[in-house]
């Protein structure tokens, strides 16, 4: 949403996003014709651990006090001066609110000048959802081909609209620091995976690949970034069980900098857990000097990590549920088995010939330029508000 946003106001749409916000931050922040709305801050002040920490009771205020804000605020003095509005939600969250806002909309004569559309980025919550209800409030749609046939299984249809990736996805990795890292792990196989520890992310079979990597020889270091989920015990201590050394790691300050310091002293540590956040500029060096970015999963819906490692002139390896940009051998390593054994045949195929492997990073670096935001408005989203006004 955030890139979303971003891009529609530099194309000249005045925008606006509402979402549950840091209560220390202003409510109301302008960046250009981008508004930022912080809501819901007075009950994340008694719940600063996030978004989700007392998530029913902001989803119960931003549900009630949200819509009629919008059409007070926002809404009606722009349709009374002729214009027309297009409000997008995203997640099982904002359903409700949207809910309030087609009744809303409907009670004082307006609906017809707004259209409302509902984003699914993940199946998360679908078992909430009134789906006959917000079918003929809404517009539905959903981030891939895959996403759009779940739905179509729970008898809802959705557009399919990708998602896209912001301007400094394409910003070149930190030179220095990609050689650094390079030259530091000349002589290891350097594994990557950002995700939440979730078995759907398939955390397991990493583990199960660099334990046969480092049987075969390959001396692999597999850089992991995962989340607070219980999962992730049972992840470090299948790695320990398979015979590799776990270390764990934390940054004491933000940037490549930081993040070298992270992955310093790593000889005798096969797997690495960093328990920091890794931010876009050192994420983008992690990814550029990785030998490759493991960004598959059992149910992914869209797969935005493994688009961010070709945008950034990594080898990106996806699985083949919602990666609807990637293609098998061209741009990335595309797996459809949980056998270790399919990658570590596909990715030394790649290994053996340079010449090759080169061509796949910089496929992925060319695909990934089709899906940045401003290709995705122009070519996907706003012809679909068109249809939908």
């Not at 981008?34 to 920490?53: E, N, T």
């Amino acid at each position: 949403m955030e890139g979303l946003t971003r891009a529609l106001s530099e194309l000249g749409f005045e925008t606006h996003l509402w979402f549950v916000g840091d209560p220390e931050l202003p409510g109301h922040e302008l960046r250009g014709l981008l508004h930022l709305h912080r809501w819901c801050q007075w009950i994340s002040a008694f719940h600063p651990g996030g978004v989700y920490d007392g998530e029913q009771g902001k989803h119960r205020d931003y549900a009630s006090s949200l819509p009629p804000h919008l059409w007070q605020h926002a809404l009606r003095e722009h349709l009374a001066r002729g214009g027309n509005a297009v409000v997008l939600a995203e997640e099982w969250q904002t359903v409700d609110a949207l809910l309030h806002l087609d009744a809303l909309l409907r009670a004082v004569g307006a609906r017809e000048r707004v259209s409302l559309l509902w984003n699914a980025n993940n199946t998360f919550g679908f078992e909430r959802i009134p789906w006959s209800r917000l079918s003929g409030a809404a517009t539905l749609t959903t981030v891939s081909r895959y996403m759009k046939h779940l739905m179509r299984d729970l008898g809802v249809g959705a557009l399919a609209i990708p998602n896209g990736l912001a301007p400094d996805a394409f910003d070149a990795p930190d030179a220095e620091g990609v050689s650094e890292l390079q030259r530091r792990f000349r002589d290891r196989t350097v594994l990557v995976k950002m995700a939440r520890f979730d078995p759907d992310k398939r955390w397991l079979l990493a583990v199960e690949t660099a334990a046969q990597l480092k049987c075969q020889g390959w001396r692999p270091l597999l850089v992991a970034r995962g989340g607070n989920e219980a999962h992730g015990v049972e992840v470090l201590g299948a790695a320990r069980a398979a015979g590799l050394r776990v270390g764990e790691r934390r940054a004491a300050r933000a940037g490549v900098r930081g993040l070298l310091e992270a992955l310093d002293g790593l000889r005798d540590v096969d797997v690495v857990q960093l328990h920091s956040y890794v931010d876009p500029e050192a994420r983008r060096t992690l990814f550029r000097s990785a030998d490759a970015v493991l960004a598959n999963s059992q149910h992914e819906p869209f797969g935005l990590v493994g688009l961010e490692a070709m945008a950034a002139g990594g080898l990106a390896v996806t699985g083949i549920s919602g990666e609807d940009y990637a293609v098998p051998g061209q741009n990335a390593i595309v797996l459809q088995t949980a056998d270790p054994r399919e990658f570590i045949g596909l990715f030394g195929r790649l290994r053996a010939n340079p010449g090759e492997e080169g061509a796949v990073r910089r496929a992925g670096q060319h695909t990934s330029r089709s899906y940045a935001w401003a290709e995705v408005l122009r070519r996907n989203l706003l012809p679909r508000l068109e249809l939908a006004r």
